[in-house]
C-alpha cells in the first residue's frame, strides 16, 4: 500500500504553487491520500478559481483520502469524525504497518503563547492575506524564512514526547520540511518527518510498506 501525504497547501490564498500542486496530484500514484492540515486555506478570505475547482477533483478521483483538520481549515472542525463519501475526517490519524506505528497531525496544538490562540490567527490571517493581495508581499515565505533560522532540535524532542508508542511521527504546519531519525533510551528507532508546504517548498511524504521518505515534488 502507498500513503502519500501532504500538508499546509493553502488553497486559495494568495501564493500556493496552484499548477505545481494540481500536476502533482494529477500523476503521482497512491491507493491512500493523507491531507495534514492547513489544505484549504478557510482563515483568510480565499480565492477560489477554476484550477482550485480541478486540484479539488484531483484529491477526490475514487482513492481513500482522510482530511487531517488544522488551524487555517478549522472551519471543518465540526465535521471531525465523519465521513463524507471517501473522504474521512480527523484531529489526528494512526496506522501501523509492520512492527511500526505512525501517528498524522497537523502540528498547530504544540504552539505555546498568542500564535495558539484562535481569535489572535483570525485576525493575524486577515490582515496577512490584505497584504499579500495589496503589496503582492508573500508573507508565508518570508516567516517561514525566518522560523528555519530560529529552529531548534528541542522543539522535535519535546513533541515525540507526547507520543513514546508512536514509532514515526508526521506533521505539518511549521512549513520546514526535515527528517530526523534517532534511537531511544530503549533502543527504538524513532522518526520525526515534516511534510513542509506547498507554499514556499513543495514537498511531500510518502510511506510504503512502512517505509517513510521525505520528498520534493519536482516539475
Given amino acids: 500500500m502507498k500513503r502519500v501525504i501532504i500538508s499546509d497547501t493553502h488553497i486559495g490564498s494568495r501564493f500556493y504553487k496552484s ?17 495534514a492540515g492547513d489544505i484549504i486555506d478557510f482563515i483568510k478570505i480565499p480565492t477560489f478559481t477554476e484550477r482550485c475547482m480541478e486540484i479539488l477533483e484531483a484529491i477526490g478521483k475514487n482513492k481513500e ?3 487531517v483538520v488544522g488551524n487555517h481549515d478549522e472551519s471543518l472542525i465540526g465535521v471531525i469524525g465523519r465521513q463524507f ?7 489526528k490519524y494512526e496506522f501501523q504497518e509492520g512492527k511500526r506505528r505512525f501517528r ?7 504552539d505555546k503563547g498568542m500564535i495558539h490562540n484562535r481569535f489572535f490567527i483570525k485576525i493575524l ?8 493581495f495589496t503589496f503582492n508581499f508573500d508573507f508565508t515565505t518570508w516567516w517561514t524564512s525566518i522560523q528555519i533560522k530560529r529552529h531548534k532540535l528541542r522543539s522535535i524532542i519535546h513533541v515525540l514526547r507526547h507520543h513514546p508508542d508512536i514509532d514515526v511521527f508526521i506533521m505539518g504546519h511549521t512549513h520546514i520540511p526535515e527528517a530526523v531519525i534517532w534511537i ?10 515534516n511534510a513542509g508546504d506547498w507554499v ?3 514537498t511531500y511524504v510518502t510511506v510504503v510498506d512502512g517505509v517513510s521518505r521525505l520528498r520534493k515534488f519536482e516539475n
Avoid at 463519501?85 to 484531529?91: G, M
Avoid at 498524522?104 to 504544540?110: C, K, L, Q, S, T
Avoid at 490571517?125 to 499579500?132: A, W
Avoid at 531511544?184 to 518527518?193: A, G, L, M, R, S
Fill in 125 to 132: 490571517s486577515v490582515i496577512q492575506n490584505m497584504l499579500e
Fill in 65 to 67: 483520502i482522510i482530511y
Fill in 19 to 35: 499548477k505545481e500542486l494540481l500536476t502533482f496530484l494529477s500523476t503521482v500514484e497512491f491507493d491512500q491520500i493523507i491531507l
Fill in 200 to 202: 514556499t517548498h513543495q
Fill in 85 to 91: 463519501f471517501n473522504i474521512k475526517f480527523v484531529k
Fill in 184 to 193: 531511544d533510551e530503549d533502543q527504538n528507532i524513532k522518526t520525526y518527518i
Fill in 104 to 110: 498524522i497531525e497537523h502540528g498547530d496544538d504544540y
